[in-house]
């Protein structure tokens, strides 16, 4: 069992940039299927983007396509979100999750039913 602590949120200006970080434990990362999902006050939560066990491929919601991106390092067992060009609608509690990695990939990674373990959030605002 793999346990995810996040840091790195923040305040932040419109037009800025933050890294979230996701510390793992409990299992080596590189066998995992890594995410990230956000909520906003009184929104659904919202599927951010994915990252298959090694790195090579990706998957983002089109709310952060071409500003947001993933990156892994299985060697530290941390899951990176670079988040830039923030805007005000980006302001939520962004959680990073596992799964076990598979052959479907990154199949469904957007559908929340698919993680099996998730991190407790960190908070970002940004203030316009």
């Known amino acids: 069992q793999v346990q995810l602590v996040e840091s790195g949120g923040g305040l932040v200006q419109a037009g800025g940039s933050l890294r979230l970080s996701c510390a793992a434990s409990?299992?080596?990362?590189?066998?995992?299927?890594l995410g990230w999902f956000r909520q906003a006050p009184e929104k659904e939560r919202e599927f951010v983007g994915a990252i298959n066990w090694s790195g090579a491929s990706t998957y983002y919601g089109d709310s952060v396509k071409g500003r947001f991106t993933i990156s892994r390092d299985n060697a530290k067992n941390t899951l990176y979100l670079q988040m830039n060009s923030l805007k005000p609608e980006d302001t939520a509690i962004y959680y990073c999750?596992?799964?076990?990695?598979?052959?479907?990939?990154?199949?469904?990674?957007?559908?929340?039913?698919?993680?099996?373990?998730w991190g407790q959030g960190t908070q970002v605002t940004v203030d316009s």
């Open positions: 999750v596992a799964l076990r990695a598979s052959a479907n990939g990154l199949a469904y990674v957007d559908l929340e039913t698919r993680w099996e373990y």
């Open positions: 409990g299992a080596p990362l590189s066998r995992y299927t």
